[in-house]
């Protein structure tokens, strides 16, 4: 597995981001440019990469592909396209997204959210995505969410035969499929039955962590790696089974002091367990 994480935007050329990467022990990394950053730089910049072994883990295209706004919709949509051809040109390991939402909000709570209807829009919307493009690099992806599908590595399993493309392959996001206290109680064994079954097509990770309030009625939050529930032990160990180019990136949160917090943690549980990150 790699290791990565945001970092302060000080460098002003490939070589001042490699470098910066390289000064945090990081192996993998975010693609680190703008969508309106000319061809020339993005090359530059995906040479750098390679030539120092620095995996580009991800590329986002954070948008909503199921809008009930049409307009929102289609824009999504062709977002998710361009992202997937970046991600394809530099050689990232996939390119992310929600599979979306019928929520006013890109990525909120929706009563029609987990519905037969909405599985096949999915399937529909990722094939368009997918077909449009052609990557023969990368991967799109999606990252589970709590009240959306995919919501658990049956729901992926079932998208997966479902979309039938080989370049769709899995995001993992751990705590986003702990969405109640029985997961919370024995993630490790949710762990362990999301790596059973989607392990070999796992792209990248996300690495969070999650409390359970004592509040009614049920309250679940996330929380810097090392401050919650989150088997670390496990989800590294079972990590460490696949690819080992395969990333693992700390996000959502909110200082320098807090991802250092979390890349430490990451980092003392994966000695302990003689693993390399």
Known sequence: MRL????????????????????????????????????????????????ADIVIAEIGAWSNPLSPDAATRSAAIELSKRRLELADRVGARCCVNLAGTLADTWDGPHPDNLSRETFALIVDTVREIIDAVEPRRTYYTLEPMPWSLPDSADSYLELMGAIDRPRFAVHFDPTNLINNPAKFYDNAGLLRECFAKLGPHIRCCHAKDITLANELTVHLAEAIPGEGALDYRVLLT????????????????????????????????????????
């Open 238 to 277: 079972e990590l460490d089974r696949l690819d080992p180019d395969t990333p693992i990136l700390v996000e959502h949160l909110t200082t320098d002091a807090e991802y250092a917090a979390a890349v430490a943690h990451i980092r003392a549980v994966a000695g302990a367990l003689g693993l390399q990150t």
């Open 4 to 51: 990565g994480s945001p970092l302060p935007s000080t460098w002003d050329s490939p070589a001042g981001w490699v470098a910066t990467v390289q000064r945090h022990g990081f192996r993998a990394a975010y693609w680190p440019l703008g969508d309106d950053t000319d061809a020339d730089t993005v090359a530059a910049y995906a040479d750098a990469a390679a030539a």
